[in-house]
């Protein structure tokens, strides 16, 4: 129940007096107004932190939505268990530094900064102000490991770190014990991206370079009135997240909340968007201040689009390895120049399934990408491909591999099939440089093709 704790009995104005009965209609019409205030200070605050973006980066309606409501997220931050990590991600030039620092000036207790060097003793030792890291590129260096696990830890309340500092008594040196427990915002930029741990707790935001005229405004981040009278609306209006939230959120999943609690109908809606796990984990903060700004609905489209291109990406490097395991494993079958559709269609015969987006294009960019390819040509409006043998991105697990050849072959030389007809009625000298189809006629002799 939220509200009063209970109901009123049914003879209860009979005890109160006109003076009483004034003194409580005054009250209750002041708790609408306050209540009426909340509930429009929010939406008009969100559309004030996307105008003020707007104004000074140039980005996707999406990223905008997410940045606002990150922002406003640290100013409700002890509030919730989980917040996300934020990360800019995007090449030089791209406006990182420029978003760093308007985030940094707009966030609760953020001063319009942000730090390039940050140590594992700052994280642990920071109190509640959010921390804005860029050039981060060595994150994911093995001499960052310390840096990674503490900042592993941020986005969760309850972590603690233990650290020991020595202290001399009256018995000799002693190691005093000191226990943190870092929870704060944190949002970093780079260009190399972060590690899988790091990406699984974070929300990552793409910036793409321009050259629109916003971009030639000066950064007066921490002196702009705007922003300045934001961040006092802030301070003026006391908004709370909804009380046991996480308690009614479980009770909601166990079919044990009732039907008059407010937040079911909210609660309802994200349960329909099929997000669970670590993502609903990260997003879930950020979700209910949407609600509280009246925009749930549209940040539940953004957060399933967001999710399903993020699995969709984790699929795509699973399939990776598939498929680079897949042309190890037959490098001696495959060789000389071979049909990217042919060859497409193998590896997705071998998959138990296959999805639709892994077609011949995608398959073709992929063994590029991969650097699976070492020549590539066009015969017959049709895309061939000479396979690398000793790809440089990656280790080559097969023992033994073929150099020479045009066609796939198993077993002993003159057990092949041609990949221009398909017929195996083809034959193939034992050093690989001649090549003859009886069917189709295609030859291929020292690297030069002959139909």
Known sequence: MTGLSAPLPNDYWDYVTKEEARDLAEGLRLYHLRKGAKEKIMPKTLSDIKGILRKYIDTTEQNIEILSLWIIGTYFHSQFGTFPLLQLYAQKRSGK?????????????????????????????????????????????KERGAFRETLNAVYKKGNKIIRYHESKGKDGQDYIEKIFEPYYPIALANISGLNDVLADRAVQIILQRSKKNLTRLIEDFTTNEDILKLKDRFDSVNVQIPIELSARWNNFVQNELTDDDELKPIFEKIKATEIYGRPQEIFFPLIIIAYLCDDLDNFLKIVKNFVELREEEEAISDIDEVLKQFIYSHLQEYVGFISVKKLCDYFKNSLESSEEWQNVKWFGRALKRLGLVQKQRVVDGRSQVLLNNNPTNTTNPTKEQNSVGLIGFVGNVGEKKCFVCGSSNANLTQDGKVFYCKDCGYKKFSGISHT
């Open 97 to 141: 530094t420029r978003t760093l620092k308007l985030l940094s000036a707009l966030a609760k207790n953020g001063d319009g900064s942000t730090c390039t060097s940050p140590t594992e003793a700052l994280l642990f030792r920071n109190k509640d102000r959010p921390l804005f890291f860029d050039e981060m590129e060595n994150i994911n260096s």
